[in-house]
């Protein structure tokens, strides 16, 4: 690209950069390469042509005693990881987006907590709980677990965080470091959850779980509270030698613009397609969910002798899909300089593992709350908080999917609106399919949403909901 320095300047910048940080070697060659597909126009878009749909997966629900039985003779081998990040800064949150109260008063974090202990007791196992976080979340998430002592007793030598790595943002026009002396933080920012692989060999940990002998790694996020250990996929995965598992769920009509599972045509490696590496022209048959029919719920399983192994023989961490984020290096400032983010999703190392597999599993394993509206459905009494400390849709619901809530993010979007808009808790929306709020409404308690309701307000009073059923 004309406008861009040399490459050599490029590189050495960040290098310079990277070092100063004391980055590790691993994390500055992976970087330094995504910025060279910057500099060379790298696209990164995937067409239609080059790729076949996925027609069928084995499916979690007919997996049977012999991979559960195996699924229990590894499960002492099985270290729990979640992605623990994120600020939830779209919810307006200023700590760990884990600590949100998500159902009967409780927090991600707590429900991830007895989620873990639930386990040891039942199966007999220590089940370490690893959550990477970043430098705004570590202090918060270990005063949260502090709450929780016993997690210490199977946790053995190992850390119950560990840090995500950073790297510069780069000037828009030049890919050089950016610079902000008013605030030099503001100058990094995380690379994606892609970084898990870079982190978990940066801080040690992979050789360390290989020396206590961990060889299957569950990871997901820590918003997703669908995401639970079943042993029947461990099990799958010893009896198959599968060196990485991607759980994936059918797409709906609420998932089209959402990323899909496909295959690559010439090798026949599953691959995953999201929207930003579809090319403009594609778009229709991108969001076909008849021909494209899964979605990466973004819970993964990984074979740790595996990731090992492709390290230490081609001298990188998996290689990854390149998403590239512009923004300014100020995020609150618009008239501050363009910069890019470099960015990478863990689950496109799908790729990279000969041998690699995916697994259809049921909506109740992705149970994610990225807005408000995911979180007013999981307060609501459509989901439940099982005995084992699972979260699921109710009896009722289970296979009518999960209501679809659309509220007005002028006055819905950050969780002080949010919390105090339903001031005593989420309305009842057992019976709801969709639910869409335009304008400013306060619910008051005992309202009951059947069916689908749509509610307006287009004066600037506050409108009050009153108890009662809207259908």
Known sequence: MTHYASWQGIEAAIRERLQHDHAHPLLTR??????????????????GRDIDPVDALPDFEHLGPSERQAGLDQLSRVVMIKLNGGLGTGMGLEKAKSLLPVK??????????????????????????LLMTSFSTDADTLAALSSYPSLAAGQGDLPLTFLQNRVPKLLANSLLPATFPADPEKTWCPPGHGDLYT???????????????FRYAFISNSDNLGAVIDPAIPGLMHLQSIPFLLEAADRTEADRKGGHLARHAASGQLLLRESAQCP????????????????????????????????ASTGSVPRLALMVNRKTVDPRDETSAPVVQLETAMGSAVASFTGAAA??????????????????????DAYALTPDWHIQPVEARRHAGPPVIKLDPAFYKKIDQFSARFPDGAPSLIGCHSLTVKGDHRFAPGVVVEGSVSLTNATPTQRLVPAGVLR
Do not use: C, M
Not at 204 to 212: H, N, V
């Open 30 to 47: 992976s970087f330094l390469e995504h910025a060279q597909l910057v500099f060379d126009g790298t696209t990164g878009l995937i067409s």
């Open 359 to 380: 697994l259809r599993v049921p909506r109740t394993r992705f149970a994610p709350v990225k807005t408000t509206d995911d979180l007013l459905a999981l307060w609501s």
């Open 199 to 213: 982190a978990l060999i940066t801080n040690g940990l992979l050789d360390r779980l290989r020396a206590r002998g």
């Open 104 to 129: 009967n008063g409780l927090s991600f974090l707590d429900i991830i907590a007895r989620q873990v202990l639930h386990l040891r007791q039942q199966y007999r196992v220590d089940l370490p709980l």
């Open 280 to 311: 403009e022209t594609e778009s229709t048959d991108f969001q076909d969910i008849r021909r494209f029919r899964y979605f990466n719920t973004n819970n993964l399983w990984i074979d740790l002798q595996a990731l090992h192994t492709l390290v």
